[in-house]
């Protein structure tokens, strides 16, 4: 079995071996995390293949009859007074044609004060936008692979501007319950944009993530490794604010590395008591801690930490995710269970 392990993440890793490089994207609300529970594992946790409904926003292959008339909603106070929410929900119709998902993805980015190319005050203006998705998971033939699919539609409002565009995710999921192991490969937001804000067409935010986990078999607790934004290589840039200078006054910028590449996809997440009512989970977003840290002042960034508690049919999860010493996020969700 280990070498089934072995050989699928081998797989895995060597299907990548193009990059996107440089340039900009739309909708990138796309992906932000999802859930106080992908928060507190980092960021982009992949492979819980369980109750949790919202999971599938992000990774399609995990649809699965337990998420059967669960709803949930999350909340988040971002950074800089933005504010967004999801929302998620799944229904089995039966046991041949499975479970069919449903989610929205919502955010505000408040408003603001609007001045011309002159310099004068015109009117405030606000942002927002939406995403909803359909999805659906099915098991390939009697094999221990799964693969899923969501539909997005979305839309987008920037002060007079407006957007529509459609994307899919794709996601292939390996499962060993024998060993409790999940090893997954995601692609996200393939699509385009259907109108523009301006006659300009912009690609989506692509991505490219791979996730493993698995639960320790005498301890009650399960490890996550996810490498993300695989389709980006290098995704490390030298920070300027990072250069030395030498005694003859020769500036030398900060290197980057092969490791250091490596490290900046990698995401940790562990989480204990799994399947229990009581769960506490721990992350740290690698990325995040090197593009935020400060020089010579230790400020936890890449850190995040939450838990959930199983109340009857609701379940309430908070997570705070550390960013800089003058940026942090708290993540709110609640799920019910409609059966």
């Not at 999801?86 to 229904?91: G, N, P, R």
């Not at 005498?218 to 290098?234: A, C, D, G, I, K």
């Not at 400060?294 to 609701?314: H, P, T, Y």
């Amino acid at each position: 079995m280990l070498k089934k392990i072995t050989l699928f993440s081998f797989v895995l890793f060597s299907t990548f071996c193009f990059a996107q490089l440089g340039g900009q994207s739309t909708y990138q609300f796309l992906n932000l995390v999802s859930s106080p529970r992908q928060a507190a594992l980092g960021g982009k946790v992949l492979t819980n293949v369980d109750w949790d409904v919202t999971q599938a926003l992000y990774n399609p292959a995990t649809i699965n009859v337990e998420m059967d008339n669960q709803f949930a909603l999350n909340y988040t106070n971002y950074l800089g007074g933005i504010k967004y929410g999801t929302a998620a929900y799944a229904y089995t119709v039966d046991r041949r044609v499975q479970t069919y998902h449903a989610g929205i993805t919502y955010i505000n980015y408040g408003d603001f004060e609007g001045y011309d190319e002159e310099g004068n005050e015109t009117s405030e203006f606000s942002g927002s936008e939406i995403a909803l998705s359909f999805g659906y998971a099915k098991q390939i033939g009697y094999s221990d692979f799964y693969a899923g699919a969501n539909i997005k539609l979305i839309n987008s409002s920037l002060e007079q501007y407006n957007s529509f565009g459609v994307a899919t995710d794709l996601a292939l999921m390996y499962i060993d319950e024998r060993l409790e192991f999940q090893g997954t490969l995601v692609v996200r937001n393939l699509g385009t944009q259907i109108t523009t804000y301006a006659g300009r067409q912009e690609s989506l935010p692509l991505e490219i993530d791979i996730g493993l986990s698995q639960t320790l078999e005498n301890v009650p607790l399960r490890w996550h490794l996810t490498f993300e934004n695989l389709q980006q290589w290098p995704i490390g840039e030298p920070n300027p604010a990072r250069a030395t200078t030498d005694l003859e006054g020769n500036q030398e910028q900060e290197k980057v590395g092969f490791l250091s590449q490596v490290i900046r996809h990698t995401i940790l997440g562990a989480e204990l008591f799994p399947s229990k009512g009581f769960n506490i989970r721990l992350g740290y977003n690698f990325r995040r801690a090197e593009e935020l840290r400060i020089e010579d002042q230790r400020n936890f960034s890449g850190l995040s930490a939450g838990f959930s508690v199983k109340l009857n049919k609701m379940r309430f999860s908070y997570t705070h995710a550390k960013y800089t010493s003058a940026a942090n996020s708290n993540f709110f969700g609640l799920q019910i269970d409609l059966k």
